[in-house]
């Protein structure tokens, strides 16, 4: 079974930085693709980033050279350092896990970005 849980959402203002976690458990976390979603309010469900396990990654084009989507398999953990935030991040987080046929998600997690 594969769990996963987000935090490190919050209220910060334009310009400001935050750090989202991604603590997943199973067994075989090391051989997971992780991708951080965003859907905000109105708009559908869109790729932010993701990491193989081999540890290459995927940016959307509006948060290229501001976030960055890093993992820790001894800790089961992918974070997404978020810097440069601007109001069009804000949205609801997601966390997404794959491995095999597995496909699991998290509760997700706010980020809004006050002007």
């Known amino acids: 079974q594969v769990q996963v849980v987000e935090s490190g959402g919050g209220l910060v203002q334009a310009g400001g930085s935050l750090r989202l976690s991604c603590a997943a458990s199973?067994?075989?976390?090391?051989?997971?693709?992780v991708g951080w979603y965003r859907q905000a309010p109105g708009k559908q469900r869109e790729l932010v980033a993701d990491?193989?396990?081999?540890?290459?990654?995927n940016y959307a084009d509006s948060v290229k050279g501001r976030f960055t989507i890093s993992r820790d398999n001894a800790r089961k953990t992918v974070y997404l350092q978020m810097g440069s935030l601007k109001p069009e991040d804000t949205a609801v987080y997601y966390c997404?896990?794959?491995?095999?046929?597995?496909?699991?998600w998290g509760q997700g997690t706010q980020v809004t970005v006050s002007s």
């Open positions: 997404n896990v794959r491995i095999a046929s597995i496909n699991v």
């Open positions: 199973g067994t075989f976390f090391n051989l997971a693709t």
């Open positions: 990491i193989i396990t081999g540890g290459s990654t």
